[in-house]
């Protein structure tokens, strides 16, 4: 099977992350005048032995079926999925798991943060979430090429499972007990974002060793999801950093 990666910077990062696992890339050819942009990358993709297509704007706006392309697409293999048990078998100290997030912009955006601050994984459901998509590619700008994805059957099982493995699980919703940054994150520890509509569900609610909250200001109780999960992330990193530093 194969994919579209649509997008200078997500087609450059796919490049990056395996230029094996790139069939071909189809460029904009332009009337009467050329994009440096456009130009570098296509030297760049046959520097990595990529063939170069150039095309019509019609070509790419077909295959894009409205997503934004910017004038280049990539044919890519499938992106390679990680099971459950390999993610802890390889010991993680940072994990997010998402529930019920059906935006593709969001999903690729936390999968950005993700890979921005050093998680190990990204968890999510089968049912009720984004599917892995041209748009989820494009709104990770490229990250989601270097991230290591674990898509499970039933997401309160997953973190069971992580609890199990000594990790450390927690729910961010805007009514948690306490805020996220009073908290010892120095320890293995799953981040669990939810829905804007609906939150967490009860039953991964019910998987999660604490429900915790962002330290936000009235009027703004609680922020969109991928900000969110950027923030606690970024918080999780920060503390660890600071725990590195403290060793003698």
Not at 17 to 37: E, F, K, N, T
Not at 84 to 94: F, G, H, M, N, S
Not at 170 to 197: C, F, H, K, T, Y
């Amino acid at each position: 099977m194969s994919r579209l990666v649509l997008g200078v910077q997500p087609v450059r990062e796919a490049i990056r992350a395996g230029a094996d696992r790139i069939d071909r890339i189809l460029v904009m050819r332009r009337a009467g005048d050329s994009s440096p942009l456009l130009e570098a990358l296509a030297r760049f993709a046959a520097s990595q032995g990529r063939p170069v297509e150039w095309v019509e704007a019609a070509t790419l706006d077909r295959l894009a079926k409205g997503v934004a392309h910017q004038g280049v697409i990539a044919i890519a293999s499938d992106l390679q999925l990680v099971d459950l048990a390999t993610v802890l078998d390889r010991q993680p100290t940072t994990l997010i798991a998402l529930d019920q997030i059906s935006d593709p912009q969001n999903f690729g955006a936390i999968i950005r943060s993700a890979v921005a601050f050093g998680t190990d994984a990204v968890l999510w459901p089968e049912h009720a979430s984004a599917p892995l998509t041209p748009a989820t590619f494009r709104a990770s700008a490229g990250a989601i090429e270097h991230a290591s994805l674990c898509r499970v059957r039933k997401l309160p099982a997953a973190l069971q499972a992580a609890a199990d493995a000594g990790m450390l699980v927690l729910g961010l919703a805007g009514d948690g007990s306490e805020s996220i940054d009073r908290l010892d994150l120095s320890q293995p520890v799953v981040v669990v974002v939810g829905s804007e509509g609906s939150g967490i569900r009860r039953s991964v609610r019910s998987a999660c060793r604490q429900i915790v909250k962002l330290p936000t200001f009235p009027p703004v109780p609680t922020l969109n999801a991928s900000v969110a999960a950027a923030v606690a992330l970024y918080e999780v990193a920060r503390q660890r950093a600071h725990a590195a530093q403290a060793i003698p």
